[in-house]
């Protein structure tokens, strides 16, 4: 499985930006999806997840109420919609997936498959 990661970009503190994450092959919707953030110097942090079906999600309590995770399976795609954006939310935002769910203990070496990564920048 390879994941493809898209949709950062500059953005003003308060403003929205929606990342997709794409996954090649046909087994998408057998893995539960997350997203993950490395600011510069900082470990990669757990940020979202969403189980196989959708029915379940996850957040980081820094996300929560600001974040939304979801996705599409007919079209291998997960995404995360970022709202209220702050100059903290700056990182490379990755995807992962794996075959077990996690939940919010989810950590970064528990990953099966990663993205390359997309860079938010929110500026103050």
């Known amino acids: 499985v390879q994941l493809q990661a898209s949709g950062g970009g500059l953005v003003q503190a308060g403003g929205s930006l929606r990342l997709s994450c794409t996954a090649s092959?046909?087994?998408?919707?057998?893995?539960?999806v997350g997203w993950f953030r490395q600011a510069p110097g900082k470990e990669r942090d757990f940020v979202a997840a969403?189980?196989?079906?959708?029915?379940?999600?996850y957040y980081a309590n820094f996300v929560k109420g600001r974040f939304t995770i979801s996705r599409d399976n007919s079209k291998n795609t997960a995404y995360l919609q970022m709202n209220s954006l702050k100059p903290e939310d700056a990182a490379v935002y990755y995807c992962?997936?794996?075959?077990?769910?996690?939940?919010?203990?989810?950590?970064?070496?528990?990953?099966?498959?990663w993205g390359q990564g997309t860079e938010v920048t929110v500026s103050s």
């Open positions: 092959g046909h087994t998408f919707s057998s893995y539960v």
């Open positions: 969403i189980t196989r079906s959708g029915s379940n999600t």
């Open positions: 992962a997936i794996s075959l077990n769910n996690y939940g919010s203990t989810w950590s970064a070496t528990r990953s099966d498959y």
